[in-house]
């Protein structure tokens, strides 16, 4: 077996990329509030998740297609943990801005804009 095969089911190079951008990552963002840590541990998933079906196992290859099932059946868990992190965030900001973010609350939408007719 070649160390760097091109091809499928070759966990080694899995795990080398995801050890290497997680590196990357991590240096890059540089975590030190609980909620950074949520962020990279999001993008160290998509990562995983990535690099496991390019060189592991081809989830796509035997589905429809793009959404993989494991990818529709984590999409209420990201929607919970998003909209939580989301609330955390705009509580930080309310502490640290109070009556001048509620103004800006006043005028936009959490998630969408608001579009005013």
């Given amino acids: ?5 091109i091809g499928y089911d070759n966990w080694f190079l899995v795990a080398f990329y ?11 963002l540089r975590p030190r ?4 840590w949520r962020s990279a541990g999001m993008a160290q998933g998509w990562v ?10 081809p989830l796509t290859m035997y589905l429809v297609g793009w959404p993989t099932l494991v ?3 984590m999409l209420p ?8 992190l989301a609330k955390q ?9 109070g009556d001048e973010y509620r103004r800006y609350q ?3 939408g959490m998630f969408w804009p608001r579009i005013r007719i």
């Fill in 89 to 97: 965030e705009e509580a930080d900001a309310l502490a640290q801005f």
């Fill in 18 to 28: 995801v050890l290497l951008l997680g590196g990357f990552l991590l240096g890059i």
């Fill in 77 to 84: 868990v990201l929607l919970v943990v998003y909209y939580r």
């Fill in 33 to 36: 509030r609980r909620t950074e």
């Fill in 1 to 5: 077996m070649k160390l760097f095969r």
């Fill in 106 to 108: 006043a005028t936009s």
């Fill in 71 to 73: 990818t529709l059946l």
């Fill in 48 to 57: 995983i998740a990535l690099y496991a079906e390019m060189y592991g196992l």
